[in-house]
């Protein structure tokens, strides 16, 4: 236990947390389009917000990699701005880690908020409440349940990630080597007391990210219109 590296664990754990804080951020507003809007092109917005579910992270990753390079557009222009490549650096696990937990995030939201409804909405406009107040004061506490769930998904699930993180952050000690590819490594390297050792904390993990989950569902009644 004692030569156990913990660095990749905390590294994970950094990574996690910075993800599904931004991933709140921006998932917030699109989920609340997606919940309100009647356009034609919703199917369209949910279609690739939910890409990363069924494409494999190989495939994500690798065109992300490519998307990444310093030679492409949004690749050169982080290095102009940053002096930092995004390829094989935690800026870069950042973003995609934020690109294929999205649909982790987004989904749980936008069905909190379409179970909101508008009449709590139109009740707190009546009252003089502005479009903002009414989304603070209102919808969201009543779509705390679909925070939660959304909050911890994305968490579990930016842990968990080998393909994507893999291919755009490579295996840099102290830099990208999270927990799935320090416990490949392991592998690949005969070392399986060591594996085993992370492998089975994250085993513990995950089954205690589905008991807070669905004890969250059980806590947190869905409030309808």
Do not use: C
Not at 19 to 31: C, E, N, R
Not at 88 to 108: R, T
Not at 170 to 192: C, D, H, K, M, W
């Amino acid at each position: 236990m004692s030569d156990l590296d913990l660095g990749p664990v905390w590294l994970t754990l950094h990574l996690a947390t910075v993800t599904v804080a931004l991933l709140l951020l921006v998932g917030t507003p699109l989920a609340w389009w997606l919940s309100h809007t009647r356009t034609r092109m919703k199917p369209l917005i949910e279609a690739l917000t939910a890409l990363p579910l069924v494409l494999p992270p190989t495939v994500l990753g690798f065109y992300l990699l490519v998307l990444f390079a310093p030679n492409a557009p949004l690749g050169g222009a982080w290095l102009d701005l940053t002096g930092e490549m995004l390829t094989f650096s935690f800026s870069g696990l950042v973003i995609a880690s934020m690109i294929y937990s999205l649909p982790f995030v987004v989904q749980p939201l936008q069905g909190a908020f379409e179970a909101v409804g508008r009449g709590p909405l139109e009740a707190a406009a009546v009252l003089g409440a502005r479009p903002l107040d009414a989304f603070l004061t209102v919808a969201s506490p009543l779509a705390l349940r679909g925070y939660l769930t959304a909050a911890v998904l994305g968490f579990a699930h930016t842990l968990g990630e080998f393909g994507v993180v893999l291919m755009v952050g490579g295996n840099i000690p102290g830099r990208t080597r999270v927990i799935s590819i320090a416990i490949y490594e392991q592998v690949e390297t005969l070392n399986f007391a060591q594996a085993h050792l992370l492998a089975g904390g994250f085993l513990a993990f995950s089954f205690a990210v589905l008991v807070l989950v669905y004890g969250l569902n059980r806590r947190y009644p869905v409030h309808t219109a």
